[in-house]
């Protein structure tokens, strides 16, 4: 098959598949008018031969006549194909100009012949699931098409934009080994319920409310657990911090620190410390529980990185520094949660900070057309024995060309069918780099703004009930400033 005739394939498909929405949209907008003026009928446009779609029979004019139901005239609606580039041009302005008052496109990716009614039916499913003919609340909206429509987009949040998920990938985009996987789970379209919401401002369904098997299954717990609640002194006696029996054993075994108690287990430095709690009550001298901070559970716990890893790890030196306070525990159930919401905040620092999240810019390799088209091309003329002279000598050309040669040999040949067809992404920038890029031209005050953010954030979303004592938004934050001072030249991991 040439080239041409699979451009002119794939266009009939898009366009087919379109024109379905495109009409059914258009009866939508009739009908608005129509419940203004129900005794004026309005005026019908043409779109390339297709026939007109009257209005849904809720809203149709008083007539004796027998009228087909909504879904029928979407099934029936004419499939115009596009073979050329000028009846291109001609429905592709129409078609634009729809898209984006309505933006509903049904494709499917088959032959024409196949595409065009799968799309049609992926329109009449769409707005059948949406309820459509819409209804409406008050009379204040009757008119308002961009109201309605808005309406229409809200009951699809959660379910657009959202990253392709691999079988590997997790459902619900927990970091795996301390870095975010960068997928989401696509709430289903239940009847709305209050006891079913996320609590504080977020949107979506709360997955504690609405789950098919245990929250968390998959997940890794702890063989140990995350606080021993030994003790550092200083060679005075005072009291410096809370760590772990091994890091408390690491002083023993140096020689510079001796054992002052086995229960608690407490050690003394031998030397003089580089800094010193500022009060009694540092959060870092607080014992801590093992057990999970937002239920309470004490089995099955891991670590919860407040703020992600794929941002902390961008962070100053600086502000790197003691940064258990935003490792938490959480239970295996409540950690899947936590991700959940993450996932919700990373999606709405993408959009401020144009840092997009899994999509093409966001890459770092991309996939090379003319490098896959290549390779595609050499092995077809290497397994393919009855190519037509005319595509074979099409695809032997467009090697020519990649290879800039006159004659193609057998060992190009096998050189361009294990051709690579990534190539690196030279505007790459990860998505928590970019992120803390952006924070870091305003300074100190701005990064510890973003770190304030993720910690509110763990607050609202997950209304912890058992947090350590001392634990703050704003923690370290003064202590920060003092010692660094508002101007300090931020150099980013």
């Known amino acids: 098959m040439s080239r041409q005739n699979l451009v002119a394939l794939t266009v009939t498909t898009l366009l087919g598949v379109a024109v379905g929405g495109f009409v059914l949209w258009k009866g939508i907008q009739r009908r608005r008018r129509s419940k203004t003026s129900p005794v004026t009928q309005q005026p019908q446009q043409k779109v390339l031969g297709s026939r007109e779609l009257p209005p849904p029979e809720d809203d149709q004019l008083h007539s004796s006549a027998p009228r087909s139901s909504w879904k029928e005239r979407i099934l029936k609606a004419k499939v115009v194909t596009v073979?050329?580039?000028a009846e291109w041009d001609q429905i592709e302005p129409l078609l634009r100009s729809e898209l984006e008052d309505f933006p509903v496109l049904g494709i499917d990716c088959e032959w024409v012949i196949y595409a065009a009614r799968d799309?049609?039916?992926?329109?009449?499913?769409?707005?059948h699931l949406l309820g459509y003919p819409f209804s409406r609340n008050s009379p204040g909206e009757k008119n308002d098409d961009h109201s309605s429509w808005r309406k229409v987009l809200e009951k699809c949040q959660g379910v657009v934009d959202i990253p392709f998920r691999s079988k590997g990938m997790s459902r619900l985009g927990e970091e795996v080994n301390g870095e975010a996987t960068e997928s989401q789970q696509k709430p289903r379209n239940k009847k709305s319920k209050m006891d079913g919401m996320v609590p504080g401002n977020h949107q979506g369904r709360d997955p504690r409310k609405h789950k098919r098997k245990p929250l968390g299954v998959g997940y890794?717990?702890?063989?140990?657990?995350?606080?021993?609640?030994?003790?550092?002194?200083?060679?005075d006696g005072q009291p410096l911090c809370t760590c772990d029996r091994?890091?408390?054993?690491?002083?023993?075994?140096?020689?510079?620190?001796?054992?002052?108690?086995?229960?608690?287990f407490v050690v003394k430095l031998r030397f003089e410390p580089a800094g010193r709690p500022e009060s009694p009550g540092d959060y870092y001298l607080m014992v801590k529980e093992n057990l999970c901070v937002v239920c309470g559970k004490r089995d099955s716990y891991i670590r919860k990185n407040v703020i992600p890893h794929e941002y902390r790890k961008h962070f100053p030196i600086e502000m790197k520094d003691h940064n258990s306070h935003d490792v938490l525990l959480l239970c295996t159930s409540?950690?899947?949660i936590s991700n959940y919401y993450d996932n919700h905040l990373k999606q709405q620092l993408a959009k401020?900070?144009?840092?997009?999240?899994?999509?093409?810019?966001?890459?770092?390799?991309?996939?090379?057309?003319?490098?896959?088209?290549?390779?595609?091309?050499?092995?077809?003329?290497?397994?393919?024995?009855?190519?037509?002279?005319?595509?074979k000598e099409e695809l032997l050309q467009a090697l020519r060309e990649f290879y800039n040669t006159d004659v193609v040999t057998e060992e190009m040949l096998q050189e361009a069918a294990s051709l690579e067809t990534r190539i690196s992404n030279e505007n790459y920038v990860p998505h928590g780099l970019k992120v803390v890029q952006c924070h870091s031209q305003g300074g100190l005050r701005s990064l510890m703004q973003l770190e304030s953010r993720w910690r509110q954030h763990f607050l609202d979303s997950m209304q912890p009930k058992h947090l350590p004592q001392q634990w703050s938004v704003d923690h370290n934050h003064q202590k920060l400033l003092r010692k660094f001072g508002e101007d300090l030249p931020i150099q980013l991991s």
Do not use: M
């Open 83 to 85: 073979s050329q580039e």
């Open 119 to 127: 799309a049609q039916i992926s329109v009449a499913l769409f707005l």
């Open 220 to 235: 890794s717990a702890r063989k140990s657990p995350l606080y021993d609640n030994c003790f550092l002194h200083a060679p």
């Open 246 to 264: 091994r890091k408390a054993q690491w002083y023993l075994d140096k020689g510079i620190g001796e054992l002052v108690s086995e229960e608690p």
């Open 334 to 336: 409540c950690h899947a």
């Open 352 to 391: 401020e900070f144009q840092a997009p999240i899994g999509s093409e810019e966001g890459l770092r390799l991309l996939e090379d057309p003319e490098r896959r088209q290549v390779r595609s091309g050499a092995r077809a003329l290497l397994n393919a024995e009855s190519l037509p002279t005319q595509r």
